[in-house]
């Protein structure tokens, strides 16, 4: 049997641009594989969201775990975890990398702030871990695997923490250097135009994935022909279940009931048949 670790590899080093999606719970990760896309990503911040937390880096690492192994088992598909900074220094690397690749989860990205970090969204400053202490992160968590194809992802936030191109490229090739398998690089500007420079500097040395959170408009194709291997929807599920849940909710209250919004909601019928109930039954028979 292939397992998450190659397949998640085989979707960063294939041609053709992949596509994850955020998944805060096995429900989700359920939805994302009905929806037909190629992987799973579980988002701090939905997760963070989903307990009602902000995205400051409260989750410990057994909490992720917990939530990473229901996303994982719910599907075939590959999952890449986001760790955040590491849970603490390279010690708490190599037991986040042991515990994770135990539970068959495909990989793991880390992302270089100091710890508590901030989600890369929120305004205010953002803080950067000291280059040659991250890139000794990344070494301890690709030393730490015991299996090959178990992904390390470096994230650089210097273009969201606003210390320009160069500084970002000078990062990225020290976690190269280091031994990530893959780059991701975040941007928060409202076009691609940050991440085009960093595609055409890198040349490809590792395989690049991108959050197109801000600059959602960034065709495809295009992504794919500049370079960019793995695009991930970060918290879309969770938006639009926000989103849905504040409308069903408001005209419940309003109405006085629930008639109005039968015909708007999930039928109970196509949970029983999301959570696969027949075959539950079959093996209780
Ligand atoms: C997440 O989804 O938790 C991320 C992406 O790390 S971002 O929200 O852009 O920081
Ligand atoms: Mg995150």
Redesign the pocket.
């Known amino acids: 049997m292939v397992s998450k670790a190659t397949r998640l590899r085989e979707l960063l080093e294939r041609r053709a641009l992949a596509r994850i999606v ?1 998944s805060r719970d096995a429900l989700t990760a359920l939805l994302v594989e009905e929806a037909g896309f190629d992987g799973l ?1 579980a ?4 997760i963070s969201a989903s307990r009602a937390l902000p ?1 400051l880096g409260l989750l410990t690492m057994s909490e992720l775990l917990d939530a990473c192994s229901h996303v994982n088992q719910a599907t075939g598909l590959p999952l890449l975890a ?1 760790c955040d900074t590491g849970f603490g220094g390279n010690i708490n690397v190599v037991r986040t990398v042991r515990q994770f690749e135990a539970a068959d989860i495909g990989g793991i990205c880390l992302e270089d702030k100091v710890f508590p970090k901030r ?3 929120l305004g205010g400053g953002q803080n950067l871990e000291d280059a040659g202490e991250f890139a000794g992160r990344i070494q301890a968590a690709v030393r730490a695997r015991t299996t090959a194809d178990f992904t390390v992802v470096a994230r650089v936030e210097a273009l969201i923490a606003g210390a320009g191109l160069a500084e970002a490229l000078r990062r990225a090739h020290l976690y190269a250097d280091a031994g990530a398998d893959a780059i991701l690089m ?1 941007s928060k500007k409202s076009t691609p135009i940050e991440i085009l420079e960093f595609l055409q500097a890198w040349q490809a040395r590792t395989p690049v994935v991108v ?1 197109p ?1 801000t600059y959602p408009h960034w065709d495809l194709a295009e992504a794919e022909a500049a370079g960019v291997s793995m695009v991930i929807y ?2 879309h599920a969770l938006r639009a279940s926000v989103s849905a849940m504040r409308d069903v909710l408001g005209e419940i209250r309003l109405q006085g009931g629930t008639g109005g919004v039968e015909d708007t909601i999930a039928p109970m019928k196509e949970l029983f048949g999301l959570t696969q109930v027949n075959r539950w039954e079959e093996w209780s028979a």
């Open positions: 955020g990503w988002s701090s911040f939905e995205d986001d989600n890369s969204f975040h959050v959170t970060a918290n």
